[in-house]
């Protein structure tokens, strides 16, 4: 039974810094591909950023990049999220969500696998 579960969200000034953990159970994160949505109130989901473990590749939105790294724990089932320099529009609930399969790492289709999610809150 995969599980993922999200931590480290929290509430934040603008310019400040989170770190964002996502454990995943049930499966092995070197064989899957592992990403970060989040939504804001109202807002659709949208992708933040993925790591593909087999190609140890790394995806970052737009809107994050030079921002926001993701990166996979080496030695344990764990993806972060480092989130520098967050801002207002940085606010919403973040989601891990994990696939076996690689696909686009930007829709919340490719993957089958979600955590509950966890508030980040820039004021």
């Known amino acids: 039974h995969v599980q993922l579960v999200e931590s480290g969200g929290g509430s934040v000034q603008a310019g400040g810094s989170l770190w964002l953990s996502c454990a995943l159970s049930?499966?092995?994160?070197?064989?899957?591909?592992m990403g970060w949505f989040r939504q804001a109130p109202g807002k659709e989901r949208v992708a933040v950023a993925a790591?593909?473990?087999?190609?140890?590749?790394?995806y970052v939105a737009d809107s994050v990049k030079g921002r926001f790294t993701i990166s996979r724990e080496s030695g344990k089932n764990t993806v972060h999220l480092q989130m520098n320099s967050l801002m207002s529009e940085d606010s919403g609930v973040y989601y891990c969500?994990?696939?076996?399969?690689?696909?686009?790492?930007?829709?919340?289709?490719?993957?089958?696998?979600w955590g509950r999610g966890t508030q980040v809150t820039v004021s």
């Open positions: 790591h593909y473990t087999g190609t140890a590749t790394t």
């Open positions: 049930g499966a092995i994160v070197s064989t899957y591909c």
């Open positions: 969500a994990g696939d076996r399969s690689y696909g686009a790492w930007y829709m919340d289709s490719q993957y089958k696998y």
